[in-house]
């Protein structure tokens, strides 16, 4: 891996790695979204490793931006399809460790406050939806319209669960969740553009 890298983290409960896709949620600072990667199949792994270790990945304000516009070798788009397979969880600031290197890490929450000082804001306006100039702002519109249902569906994945059933009941109401929205997408974009039935 590169010298230092933005986006690498690791849940400290667990120390398990991760990568974070979105260090703060609009309207949400104390919460992030993030992709744990020690049990993704290779292709995804892969892929995803090679696009934080790009110049793409790296010059990203958060690195959704990059998975918006990176396509997984299946042809999937990196972002969307994480989020329908269940992969964006979501996590406190405090409870991610931020890994820019093997021997250096800073809480997640800690690295926001910094990152609002430097840019005299405060730690709530610093979602894409958050930035006031017009640039960052047309931006932020542009991204955050494909992400926008991403973030607003995911639910907070408890550390652990107590059972397996418990776990298996939380994935099968988090896909309940997906299917709903999957079907009112399709609605949408009937009303549209209605499909051409083959005569």
Same mark, same amino acid.
Do not use: W
């Given at each position: 891996m590169a010298q230092e890298l933005k986006h690498v983290g690791r849940v400290k409960a667990t120390n398990k790695k991760c990568l974070v896709a979105y260090r703060t949620l609009p309207g949400d600072a104390h919460h992030c979204l993030i992709i744990p990667t020690e049990n993704l199949p290779d292709l995804y792994h892969d892929a995803l490793i090679n696009l934080v270790e790009s110049a793409a990945g790296q010059e990203a304000y958060e690195f959704a931006e990059a998975l918006d516009r990176t396509q997984f070798p299946d042809g999937a788009? &990196?972002?969307?399809?994480?989020?329908?397979?269940?992969?964006?969880?979501?996590?406190?600031?405090?409870?991610?460790? &931020?890994?820019?290197?093997?021997? &250096?890490?800073?809480?997640?929450?800690?690295?926001?406050?910094?990152? #609002?000082?430097?840019?005299?804001? #405060?730690?709530?306006?610093?979602?894409?939806?958050?930035?006031?100039?017009?640039?960052?702002?047309?931006?932020?519109?542009?991204?955050?319209?494909?992400?926008?249902?991403?973030?607003?569906?995911?639910?907070?994945?408890?550390?652990?669960?107590?059972?397996?059933? #418990?776990?298996?009941?939380?994935?099968?109401?988090?896909?309940?969740?997906l299917a709903k929205e999957a079907a009112a997408f399709r609605r949408k974009a009937e009303e549209l553009v209605p499909t051409k039935k083959v005569k």
């Open positions: 788009r &990196m972002l969307p399809a994480l989020h329908a397979s269940g992969r964006l969880i979501k996590a406190t600031t405090s409870e991610i460790e &931020m890994t820019p290197t093997t021997n &250096m890490s800073i809480q997640l929450s800690e690295l926001n406050q910094i990152i #609002a000082e430097q840019r005299g804001v #405060a730690v709530d306006d610093l979602s894409l939806k958050g930035d006031t100039s017009a640039e960052k702002t047309t931006v932020a519109e542009t991204e955050s319209k494909p992400t926008a249902e991403v973030i607003s569906t995911v639910e907070a994945t408890p550390t652990t669960f107590d059972s397996p059933d #418990a776990e298996a009941k939380f994935y099968r109401s988090q896909a309940d969740k």
